[in-house]
Every structure is written in structure tokens, then in C-alpha cells.
């Protein structure tokens, strides 16, 4: 398609240097949107959860761009400033802080990097001015009953690796890019630390999809720089990726997983335990080192996680025949054997956190929606139509976890016996 096409311009007339630049910039666009892995959000699936939530204006919070980013060399791929948007917390929760991680796929190429540059997951010039909290981020005690007046915070994603890519790699792979996520992500920290941070009280570091995943590879660093008397906590929204093999076979998620490491460097910002007995490709996966986090953690993830099933499970490279082409987009599509194969797939699941599950300090919530990446949606985390295991939400089941009321090991029934799906 890209090659017909750029033909096709350069039979049309010769080319000045603006031609070029237009056409170049075209190219890697292409390039990105055929990547096989992108920005969840963006995914058309035919999904409640896709439904863009009502917002007044005091919803809105303002984008700041890091102070400490610039002297930390902490950029985003094209080497803009990284940022964040903080609503100050108040009354009982103003020494209580959720710090929650963008999520948006990764890049596992220059190509793909290169694009993902010119978008706002790849440069704060895109980010928007202003974005809405929901979820477990918003203000408003009916929709986030336990942290709503909490200190909150939403880091943006623009590095492609999970907050974890580093500088090194750049000279490796002799790229102008910005490899920089472990520095944005220190960079910020530090940031929030001099805010006051430094003197909380309750901390709980949490992401979605990507972001997920960046939640579990630094939680232990978010705990060990908050006061040894806090209560802190991390919570991973979606960030589950399972190492199972597509359903022709092939390793697509750990060779991909192996090209984002290789290219951005990330060995070093993984758990060293998994790195020094695995391929540290390996250690992208939360199933290989979430039993060595030593900070208590809750997973939030759908056994049917539709990303997962579009990416991992069946990704477009294993659909050629398109005999999936209704099934991953919609599982209300699916036929008899193709459910069989999404019935294995949670099962795989329920194998990959099954020590976990053992963890006394652990909590969970696997429902069996097909979603992805729900705590930022005020539909999935609490509301009346919300999805409920035993008659709870996502945001009564972690709230439970987090102050103790509770142990929380939620796990629902096979799909289609959930209701509230």
C-alpha cells in the first residue's frame, strides 16, 4: 500500500524538498498505524467501555511540563519535556497521594518509533492542554468513594517503553531518538517527592494497559522513596501480558517484547532477580517477577482481555484467512471452537497468577469482561451498571484491599456469566 502509493506521487511530477518532507512524514505514519501494536484506546471495538464519559469543567486538569526533566536529560522520543497533570489533594487526603501511569502500547522499532514520535505518545507537543479525571482519579466522592480527595496525579506516557527505556541504547542503536523512560520516570518522581510527597502518609502507584505493566516494574522503587511509615501499595490496571504463543503458534508478544527491550535497552530497569536467570525479554512479562515485588500488589484485568486477544492471541499476522475477523472484535461473534481457544486463554491466566493468588499481602480482580484498562473509566470502577464480582466494583474491591477492611482475591466465572459485562 505504501510503496503503490509513493510510486504513484513520484510519476505525478518531480519533487522539491517540501514534497519530500510531506512524503516522509506520510510514511511514517503508515508505517505506524499498520504496527502491529498501538495505542489501546484507540482500538474500534464495539465496547461500552469506548463511551467518552460526561465531564464538567472541574473535571479538567491542566498539563504541567517537568521542571527537573531538562537538567535529568529526561525527554520524550523527540526530545520534548515529559509532563503530568496534579489535582492537589484536600481535607483528610492531603497527605495521601495516587499516582497513576499513562498507558498506550510500546514501540519495538526506529520505524515505529520514529512515528510514534510525531503523536502524543512520543512527544509532549501533542499532549493535550488539559484531559479529564475519572475513574480512580476523579474528584468526585460518588464516582471514587475512597480517593477522591487523595493528592492525584497522571503521569503521560511519550517514551514507547514503559517508563524504562534508557540512554545507552540511543549510542547502540545510533538513533536520534530519546530513550529516556527510566529518566522521565525518575525525573517526576523527584519532581512529586519535592511537592511534598516526601512526607505522605498513603502512597499507591498505579497504571493502565502499558502503564499497567510500568506499575508493577517500579513499584518497589515508588515504595522504597516514600516514608518507611506510609502505607503504599501499587495497583496494575490491565498490565497482565500473558507468554502465550498466538493461536498459529508463533511467539508474536515475546518477540516483540524482545525487540522493545533490545532496542530501548531496558535490562537494567527490569527486576535483576528474572534478569539474572532469564532472557531479560522474559522479565517483560509480570508472571516471570510480580512474586518478587515486595510491596503488596493488586491486579485489576479482564480474563478476557480484549487487547490481549487482538495482539497477543490473535494478532493480524495470525488472521490472514480473517476466519477471526468478527470473533477478536466482538467475543459475542465467536463460534463454539473459537470460544474454546478464549476459554484456554484465561486459562492460561489463571495458571500465570496462580502463585501469586497465594500471596497473603496480594489482591486481585479478574472479571470475565471483555475489556481492557477499566479503572480509568467511571463505568468500569464505579457506578451503578459497574462490573461487580460478589456484588462489588472494581473500586470497593481495591478500596477494601487498600485499608485492610478486607482480603480480596475476586476471581470471576468463565464468560458469558457475568451480567454486568
Known amino acids: 500500500m505504501a510503496n503503490s502509493t509513493f510510486s504513484s506521487l513520484i510519476r ?7 514534497n519530500w518532507l510531506v512524503a516522509s512524514f506520510g510514511l511514517l505514519l503508515i508505517l505506524f498505524s499498520l504496527s502491529l501494536f498501538f495505542d489501546p484506546t484507540s482500538d474500534s471495538v464495539p465496547s461500552v467501555d469506548h463511551n467518552p464519559p460526561i465531564t464538567s469543567p472541574s473535571d479538567l486538569v491542566k498539563l504541567k ?23 492537589k489533594g484536600s481535607g483528610s487526603g492531603t497527605k495521601s497521594w495516587l499516582i497513576h501511569l499513562e498507558g498506550g502500547s510500546w514501540c519495538n522499532t526506529i520505524a515505529s518509533c520514529s512515528a510514534r514520535a510525531m503523536t502524543r505518545l512520543g512527544s509532549s507537543n501533542y ?5 479529564s479525571f475519572q475513574g480512580v ?19 503521560r506516557y511519550c517514551d514507547g517503553a514503559s517508563f524504562s527505556g534508557r540512554p545507552e541504547a540511543e549510542l547502540k542503536n545510533e538513533t536520534r531518538l530519546f530513550f529516556r523512560g527510566q529518566l522521565i520516570w525518575e525525573a517526576i518522581m523527584d519532581e512529586l517527592l519535592s511537592m511534598g510527597m516526601s512526607d505522605a502518609k498513603q502512597g499507591i502507584l498505579t497504571g493502565g494497559s502499558a502503564g499497567g505493566l510500568a506499575a508493577l516494574i517500579h513499584c518497589d522503587y515508588f ?15 490491565g498490565g497482565f501480558f500473558l507468554n502465550v504463543p498466538d493461536v498459529l503458534g508463533n511467539p508474536t508478544m515475546r518477540s516483540f517484547y524482545h525487540d522493545v527491550v533490545k532496542l530501548q535497552g531496558l535490562d537494567k530497569s527490569l527486576d535483576q532477580k528474572c534478569v539474572a536467570r532469564k532472557d531479560p525479554s522474559k522479565c517483560m512479562f509480570p508472571q516471570e517477577f510480580v512474586n518478587n515485588i515486595r510491596t503488596p500488589v493488586f491486579l485489576v484485568n479482564a480474563a478476557y482481555d480484549y487487547w490481549q486477544i487482538q495482539h497477543v492471541l490473535v494478532p493480524a499476522s495470525a488472521n490472514l484467512d ?15 471452537e473459537q470460544m474454546k481457544v478464549l476459554h484456554g486463554f484465561r486459562g492460561s491466566l ?16 479478574i472479571d470475565s469482561c471483555y475489556s481492557h484498562s477499566q479503572i480509568l473509566k ?44
Open 12 to 18: 505525478y511530477r518531480k519533487w522539491g524538498k517540501s
Open 350 to 365: 489463571m495458571d500465570a497468577i496462580g502463585k501469586f493468588h497465594q500471596k497473603k499481602a496480594g489482591g486481585m480482580f
Open 65 to 87: 511540563l517537568s521542571s527537573k526533566a531538562k537538567e535529568r536529560g529526561a525527554l520524550c522520543l523527540d526530545g520534548s519535556l515529559p509532563g503530568y497533570h496534579f489535582s
Open 137 to 155: 482519579l476523579s474528584s468526585d466522592p460518588s464516582q471514587n468513594p475512597d480517593f477522591f480527595n487523595w493528592n492525584r496525579v497522571k503521569i
Open 378 to 421: 467511571p463505568m468500569t470502577w464505579h457506578s451503578p451498571t459497574s462490573t461487580r464480582i460478589k456484588n462489588k466494583t472494581i473500586a470497593e474491591s481495591v478500596g477494601d484491599w487498600y485499608f485492610n477492611r478486607k482480603p480480596v482475591k475476586l476471581i470471576d466465572c468463565p464468560y458469558p456469566c457475568n451480567p454486568y459485562c
Open 127 to 131: 499532549f493535550e492542554h488539559e484531559v
Open 322 to 336: 480473517k476466519s477471526w475477523a468478527k470473533c477478536r472484535l466482538n467475543i459475542k461473534e465467536c463460534d463454539a
Open 223 to 237: 515504595r522504597d522513596h516514600l516514608p518507611n511509615d506510609a502505607s503504599v501499595k501499587c495497583v496494575s490496571d
